[in-house]
């Protein structure tokens, strides 16, 4: 039988499937995949974009490091991590395309010349923008933001973790993504771990690097963490 002259060239099909699927408002999107790490290390990375992968034995999940000036965007079962001293990392979710995303950043603002994902300026659009990338849209963002600690005492004077909370907060609330739960300030580093496609966000305190200045109203125990998270999806490890 002759080919018809409708019928799809050859691979054209299969070229079909590779397209990612966006899901209409109102409907979820394709259950996500978990990539193995020899694909994710694989893959090529914009400038930027953290690319220390590994297997998280606690988790039982493969997952990407974000060093600060990097960020990180996903739609696959991973975990993103990182630790935060007086840097914040803005945790971004878009429920109905299941797309999370983490930056870490360490100052508000620099030099206007200075285009680099160290400053809050440029790593939030930075992040906004690549998830938009993957189908999420700026109205049904929702954030968990974290950090914003006084690690050192030198820090004191420049108030570089209130500096960078307050960022944040003002830019989410002038972008209207509503921030559904918060760990900030306070003087405990603190490790975030995030779950890309569920939204969900951990966070432990860590030991803080000057132990002489505790006092009992600032140590980070499971009651602070809780207070001040409630209302959103963070727990404790």
Same mark, same amino acid.
């Given at each position: 039988?002759?080919? %018809?002259?409708?019928?799809?060239?050859?691979g054209a099909l299969a070229e079909r499937?590779?397209?990612? %699927?966006?899901?209409?408002?109102?409907?979820?999107?394709?259950?996500a995949l978990e990539p193995s790490l020899q694909q994710l290390k694989a893959q090529t990375r914009r400038p930027g974009e953290a690319s220390f992968f590994f297997f998280d034995h606690h988790f039982q999940h493969n997952a990407v490091k974000v060093l600060p000036g990097e960020y990180f965007v996903a739609r696959e079962?991973?975990?993103?991590?990182?630790?935060?001293?007086? !840097?914040?990392?803005? !945790?971004?979710?878009?429920? %109905?395309?299941?797309? =999370?995303g983490m930056n870490h950043f360490m100052l508000p603002e =620099?030099?206007?010349a200075d285009i680099s994902g160290r400053y809050g300026s440029y790593a939030m659009e930075l992040l906004i923008n690549e998830m938009m990338k993957l189908g999420a849209r700026r109205e049904t963002l929702q954030a968990k933001i974290f950090g914003g600690a006084q690690v050192m005492h030198n820090f004191t004077t420049l108030n570089v973790g209130e500096r960078n909370t307050r960022f944040?907060?003002?830019?989410?609330?002038?972008? %209207?993504?509503?921030?559904?739960?918060?760990?900030?300030?306070?003087?405990?580093?603190?490790?975030v771990v995030f779950f890309p496609v569920t939204g969900k966000a951990m966070v432990k305190r860590l030991a803080h690097t000057h132990p002489e200045s505790l006092t009992q109203e600032l140590r980070g125990n499971a009651a602070t963490v809780v207070r001040a998270t409630s209302g959103g999806s963070v727990d404790l490890f």
């Open positions: 039988m002759p080919p %018809r002259h409708d019928a799809p060239p050859p499937r590779r397209v990612p %699927r966006i899901a209409p408002l109102g409907q979820e999107a394709p259950a079962q991973l975990t993103i991590m990182t630790v935060l001293g007086s !840097c914040i990392a803005a !945790c971004l979710w878009d429920s %109905r395309m299941r797309v =999370g =620099g030099d206007s944040v907060q003002d830019y989410l609330a002038t972008e %209207r993504i509503p921030v559904v739960s918060e760990d900030v300030l306070d003087i405990h580093p603190r490790k």
